[in-house]
């Protein structure tokens, strides 16, 4: 399994990005995918998650209204669109899924909101 993120940057608040991640190794389209993030001196946090089939999305409170997660099973990729950022979002995005036995994890992508 292998999952690889894009899309971080440098981005003033109120600004916009888009995270991907490309996944490989395993059957994309029969696996619910989620983003995480984790700002320095705190515990990883869940952002968003989407189902197989893209039919039930969740978002943590601090990101609904504001991010939403999508895929592409055709593309075997997950996204993550970031609008209205604001400082509170910087931290390294993670792709994340897991199977009954193992959780899997990309590299992470940095965000910074700062202007």
């Known amino acids: 399994v292998q999952l690889v993120e894009s899309g971080g940057g440098l981005v003033q608040p109120g600004g916009s990005l888009r995270l991907s991640c490309a996944a490989s190794?395993?059957?994309?389209?029969?696996?619910?995918m989620s983003w995480y993030r984790q700002a320095p001196g705190t515990e990883r946090e869940l952002v968003a998650a989407?189902?197989?089939?893209?039919?039930?999305?969740n978002y943590a409170d601090s990101v609904r209204g504001r991010f939403t997660i999508s895929r592409d099973n055709a593309k075997n990729t997950v996204y993550l669109q970031m609008n209205s950022l604001k400082p509170e979002d910087t931290a390294v995005y993670y792709c994340?899924?897991?199977?009954?036995?193992?959780?899997?994890w990309g590299q992470g992508t940095q965000v910074t909101v700062s202007s």
């Open positions: 190794g395993f059957t994309f389209s029969r696996y619910r």
């Open positions: 989407i189902s197989s089939d893209s039919i039930t999305r």
């Open positions: 994340h899924t897991r199977d009954s036995s193992y959780a899997y």
